[in-house]
């Protein structure tokens, strides 16, 4: 007998999650529950300056005043704050000097995540940044990046090194009230990787951190800063996956990017978390704010390619403050089993002669629902704005939901917005028409799969676009075809 | 929120007449009781993002006509669509005028509510059909719900076409400082029939005037409902219009909404399906100016399969106008084959024109076609050029440009006499004479 | 090579092939004509394994392996290879992604090693010219906005590049001018050979005057009616399909 939609789906179900494993690795743990002592010891135990800590405790004078938002599409039960422990490193020495001082089982663990780091080093030439529970373990490549100027290192660690800078640019895009999550990002956030590009450089390599959640009951709150200088580019990959947890793990994550005149910045992401099993127990809580701001002539483009996490929450926004810059937003959401995704962007046109554009794919199969939810905001001082914004749905199955929100602003009559969007299922007379060439259906899904988003994973930079077409047909395949 | 007690504590005044052991009146009483609670919407519910009521519900408006004000036909024969024959249910700050009406009870009926609500004989019709498609939780409907006393009532019964239009027509005559008025309109479509309706609401004088109106609309199997809404109102006034619409299977309702004045305008326009094979329509084209808000706030409910629904709205802003565009297009997970498509195009002429759009698609079924567009945008200069280059002046060829934009809309309309009316409209909204019929 | 047996299949319950007997041999090219709505594309699409039609009797034999039950990619892993009257669009998939999808599919059914990526250049490269199939072509989306003669010209790409050895064509000439008609007929008659066969269905006598027939069948109301050589093409055109049913 043929595939029929029943096996299919049930193959679909079966699936299972490829990086669920978990790294038997000695961490130096804090107890759960979040209070001022709880922030202090981690601003302690990080060495931090006194205006880190005071900033640390602002922020979440702040988040004690707020609550948690339940405007978006999904349904989850609130993660309880006072359970998580807010601190989880791996317990080593505090800073490796090169590769070979690192563990040799978190070495393993990221040949599993198939990121050999060796093989990337010398093959790719990709500078990584590996952040395991929110502690950056290693980076890659530094002194060919010092060479350049280009400071690329843990949060952490430029908060030691380069307090200056951090001080000038950490929590202007995002600032720390800015959200309910983006609040307690501020107050509790352990690590995560900084980036520097000076003026007139040209990053010659793309910029890698793998981020990885690994104990049980903690939370990741990891913190990304990236500056460009006039007339600097860089590209900047990002990857996430977490074991297999009955529990619900919280990640809340800040990124901030400054692109400062006639610079650009590519910044690209591949979250692969936990995403729940077939029953939609345990997967990660992925509540990020990510913000870029460009000023005159700035160019700042997302790429995102979302097959992970049991809730994202999402919206990697461009705030287009100078004249002429520009900022892009190209992203591939996949939801199977019970995910809940509700992930677009905001595009805020200040300046004059902005332009934006969007192209959100959709994928939900299972029992899953995906939204787009999305802002373009002309202002009225932004003459001549532009925005173009494609939202295409996929459907899979009929126990799935594909939903469209976005929200149309102008304010100014020279604007040109344009908004379109589809919603569609995969065709049987197309995967017959594949089946008659010898293509099986699972295969001929992929296919059929992979050319919906081609226009999202052309922008992915080479390595980036294999692992994610792999992901795409792991997410929605029982194995790799 | 002071006006807001007024309407509670005036309840009593409002009750007097009235049989209180009634069920339409239990009825009331319940959503009087939903309206307490929940108060006017603010900018804080999801649905009302982007217009506040604040400025129009801070002030104090009388619930009650002082007298039964008069006003000659001569004086608003223009409101009419004085060349073709219609039945007309009109209404003078409220109150029904006998005068100015041309009711009928000849094989359908087109009447009062009053009546409708109160005579034995409409007690089977009151019982199935009122407030039973309004929203019991929206607050603004339940506000006119707890006040529903008078509008127009008609009903066509089975395989009858209405031979002529029926226009329901609400005057304020400006004999008050300022008015609140709630016009509660029930209209049943039973299976086979057809007819056409078109509603106005219109201020004779620039007093302050607030309208919250509700209509129901029932359309049953194989019945055609072809409903215009004219907003052209003077600039005092303002429209908070609800209709809910439920359609049998193999029916078709069609909704053009023209706004083209009054001060703020909300159009809550919601549709709810009961069998298959289902065609909505809802269309509408807005032209503003000076510091006019209309928002149109769509939903329609796909809730069986192979059933189809239409949106095309267009809005041309000028000045320090503001458009509103808020649409939904819900598909639940039964509702297989569904073809739902929604298209709403913006035109902003001056720097300080806004347009707020939020076109939504909501999904659960996976054979279905659906999309949505929406546009923001000027005049093609490019265009505009080359009629210039023909000869034909700059604001000519503006509004030329408007109607080729609005035309889709436009030409939809099926009562050629409207459709000339509204031309016209807009041939004086854009201060130009084009010299010929589009 | 093709044998079938007393074939009848229905769709929802619909009779539309009421016992169909039909033998092609290695070599051999046939050709099924018939009026609209004989059954034709149905056959084509039962023996590919359209599983929107319901076998209700007989069988298909290829090679005297019995086709019942197997997949629509088993089918074509064994070689059968159909051209599609209406080529479906895939967007975003190339054609070159597609044909390379195809070809390591089944050369994984058959137990080999994927093609490299020069063999494969070189392979479409000499199919492509064959065809007078533009480069640029096969960077595009797979039938997407394709007009119907790139259409066809495409289905006869593939089944160049896969080589199947049986190859039915579904009204393959449909939507095609003569210079169309010309290069596919070419690229038909380059790839025929003594160890494959091909059935041409077609409403028309005009393609066989480009691929030549060594038999010509009438098919009418599910049933082959009249059997007979290239002459009875030339019947058929010039006396129509009436006479025809009233054999039936």
Not at chain 1, 283 to 300: E, P, Q, S, Y
Not at chain 2, 204 to 217: A, D, F, G, Y
Not at chain 2, 269 to 280: E, K, M, P
Request: aromatic share 8%; glycine share 6%; net charge negative.
């Amino acid at each position: 007998m043929a595939y029929t939609e029943e096996e299919l789906k049930k193959e679909l179900e079966t699936k299972e999650y490829e990086y669920g494993f978990y790294t038997d690795i000695e961490s130096d743990t804090f107890p759960v529950g979040l209070n001022e002592d709880i922030i202090r010891k981690i601003s302690g135990k990080k060495g931090e300056p006194e205006w880190m800590t005071e900033w640390r405790l602002d922020a979440f004078s702040s988040f004690k005043k707020m609550v948690e938002p339940d405007w978006s599409n999904v349904k989850y039960k609130k993660p309880d704050l006072q359970k998580i422990s807010y601190y989880s490193a791996p317990k080593q020495k505090p800073k490796y000097n090169s590769l070979e001082e690192v563990d040799p089982e978190l070495l393993k663990t990221f040949d599993k995540l198939g990121i050999s780091i060796d093989e990337q080093k010398k093959l790719s030439g990709v500078a990584v940044d590996i952040v395991m529970d929110s502690v950056s373990v290693a980076t890659t490549f530094r002194d060919t990046l010092a060479e350049k100027g280009i400071i690329f290192c843990s949060i952490s660690e430029a908060i030691q090194k380069h307090p200056e800078l951090v001080k000038k640019y950490i929590g202007t895009v995002i600032p720390p009230r800015d959200n309910y999550y983006s609040a307690l990002n501020s107050a509790v956030f352990t690590d995560g990787s900084f980036c520097y590009i000076p003026k007139g450089v040209r990053c010659p390599m793309e910029l890698s951190t793998y981020f990885r959640i690994n104990q049980a009951g903690t939370g990741q709150f990891e913190r990304t800063l990236v500056i460009a200088d006039e007339q600097s580019y860089v590209s900047y990959l990002e990857g996430c996956t977490a074991p297999s947890r009955d529990e619900n793990q919280l990640h809340a994550a800040v990124v901030e990017l400054i692109a400062l005149d006639d610079a650009e910045i590519k910044y690209s992401t591949v979250q692969n978390w936990f995403p729940g099993d077939k029953n939609g127990k345990g997967g990660v809580f992925n509540f990020v704010t990510k913000r870029g701001l460009c000023h005159d002539r700035a160019k700042i483009s997302w790429t995102q390619v979302e097959t992970g996490s049991a809730v994202t929450w999402k919206y990697p926004s461009c705030v287009l403050k100078g004249d002429n810059s520009i900022g892009e937003f190209y992203s591939i959401a996949v939801t199977n089993n019970f995910q809940q995704a509700d992930t677009g962007t905001k595009m805020v046109h200040l300046g004059k002669n902005t332009r934006s554009t969007i192209i959100s794919k959709g994928i939900s199969a299972g029992k899953s629902q995906n939204s787009y939810r999305g802002l373009v905001k002309v202002g009225s001082r932004a003459k001549n704005a532009r925005n173009f914004s494609q939202c295409d749905s996929l459907l899979m199955g009929n126990n799935c939901g594909a939903h469209t929100f976005p929200y149309i602003e102008a304010k100014n009559n020279s604007a040109q917005v344009e908004h379109e969007a589809t919603t569609s299922k995969i065709g049987e007379d197309q995967i017959f028409y594949c089946n008659q060439r010898g293509i099986d259906t699972e295969k001929a899904i992929a296919l059929i799969v992979n050319g919906f988003s081609k226009e999202v994973l052309n922008k992915l930079p080479m390595e980036f676009a294999v692992e994610a077409q792999k992901l795409l047909e792991i997410s929605l395949e029982g194995s790799v075809g | 929120m002071e006006f807001k007690e007024k309407l509670i504590s005036s309840y009593l005044a409002f009750e007097e007449d009235l049989d209180l052991l009634d069920s339409v009146h239990q009825t009331r009483a319940k959503a009087l009781r939903v309206f307490e609670k929940k108060g006017f919407p603010t900018k804080k519910d999801e649905s009302w993002k982007y217009t506040s009521l604040n400025a129009l519900v801070n002030a104090d408006y009388a619930l009650f006509p002082r007298s039964e004000a008069s006003i000659e036909l001569k004086d608003v024969k223009k409101y009419f669509l004085y060349d073709t024959d219609t039945y007309k249910v009109i209404f003078i700050d409220g109150v029904y005028s006998p005068f100015l009406s041309n009711t009928t009870h000849d094989g359908l009926d087109v009447c009062l509510m009053s009546a409708a609500l109160t005579k034995p004989k409409y007690r089977n019709l009151i019982n199935t059909y009122f407030n039973k498609i309004a929203s019991l939780e929206e607050s603004l409907t339940a506000l006119n719900t707890s006040y529903s006393k008078e509008g127009a009532f008609v009903y066509i019964p089975k395989k009858t076409v209405a031979e002529k239009p029926i226009e329901i027509i609400h005057f304020a005559s400006g004999e008050e400082h300022s008015l609140w008025l709630q016009p509660r309109n029930l209209i049943v479509v039973d299976k086979n029939s057809q007819v056409q309706i078109i509603e106005r609401h219109q201020s004779l004088k620039e007093h302050p005037v607030v309208t919250n109106s509700v209509t129901e609309v029932y359309v049953h199997e194989e019945a055609f409902v072809d409903y215009y809404k004219l907003q052209n109102d003077l600039t005092s006034a303002s429209l908070i219009d609800n209709t809910y619409i439920q359609q049998a299977k193999n029916s078709h309702a069609s909704v053009h909404t023209f706004s083209l004045g009054g001060k703020l305008v909300r159009n809550n326009l919601r549709y709810y399906h009961t069998g298959q094979r289902i065609l909505s329509t809802l269309k509408g084209v807005t032209i503003l100016e000076g510091k006019q808000h209309v928002d149109h706030s769509t939903m329609v409910h796909h809730s069986h399969p192979n059933c189809e629904s239409h949106q095309d709205y267009k809005g041309i802003f000028s000045e320090r106008s503001e458009g509103v565009f808020n649409g939904q297009i819900l598909v639940d997970k039964i509702a297989q084959k569904t073809n739902a498509f929604q298209q709403n195009n913006n035109v902003l002429l001056d720097d300080k024109a806004t347009v707020n759009s939020k076109p939504q698609l909501e999904i659960y079924a996976d054979d279905v076609k659906c999309s949505h567009g929406c546009t923001i945008g000027q005049m093609d200069e490019e265009a505009l050029f080359y009629l210039r280059s023909r000869g034909i002046p700059k604001k000519e060829a503006k509004a030329l440009m408007t109607y080729a934009f609005a035309n889709n809309v436009l030409e939809s309309v099926q009562l050629p006499s409207l459709k000339k009316r509204i031309n016209g409209q807009i041939a004086r909204k854009l201060g130009v004479n084009l010299g010929f019929e589009l | 090579m093709l044998t079938i047996e007393n074939l009848h299949a229905e769709v929802e319950g619909r009779a539309i092939l009421n016992g169909i007997d039909l033998n092609v041999k290695a070599g051999e090219v046939h050709a099924i004509m018939g009026p609209n709505g004989s059954g034709k594309s149905t056959l084509s699409s039962v023996i590919a394994g359209n599983e929107d039609y319901d076998v209700t009797q007989g069988k298909i034999l290829l090679k005297e392996k019995d086709l019942s039950g197997l997949d629509p990619e088993e089918r074509a892993h064994l070689g059968i290879f159909l051209s599609f009257q209406y080529p479906v669009e895939i967007p975003g998939v190339t054609v070159t992604n597609f044909i390379k999808t195809a070809i390591n599919a089944n050369r994984k059914a058959q137990g080999l090693s994927d093609l490299g990526a020069s063999e494969l250049l070189k392979k479409i490269r000499e199919k492509s010219t064959l065809l007078d199939i533009d480069s640029k072509f096969l960077s595009r989306s797979l039938n997407e906005g394709f007009s119907g003669g790139e259409k066809k010209r495409n289905e006869i790409f593939q089944m160049a590049m896969l080589e199947p050895t049986l190859a039915i064509l579904d009204e393959t000439d449909s939507g095609l001018d003569i210079d169309a008609l010309k290069i596919v007929a070419n690229g038909v008659n380059k790839f025929k050979a003594k160890e494959n066969a091909v059935v041409v269905i077609t409403h028309y006598q005009r393609l066989l005057e480009y691929i030549v027939p060594d038999f010509v069948h009438v098919l009418f109301g599910g049933k082959i009616v009249k059997s007979g050589t290239k002459e009875l093409a030339h019947e058929l055109e010039a006396k129509g399909y009436d006479w025809i049913k009233e054999l039936a």
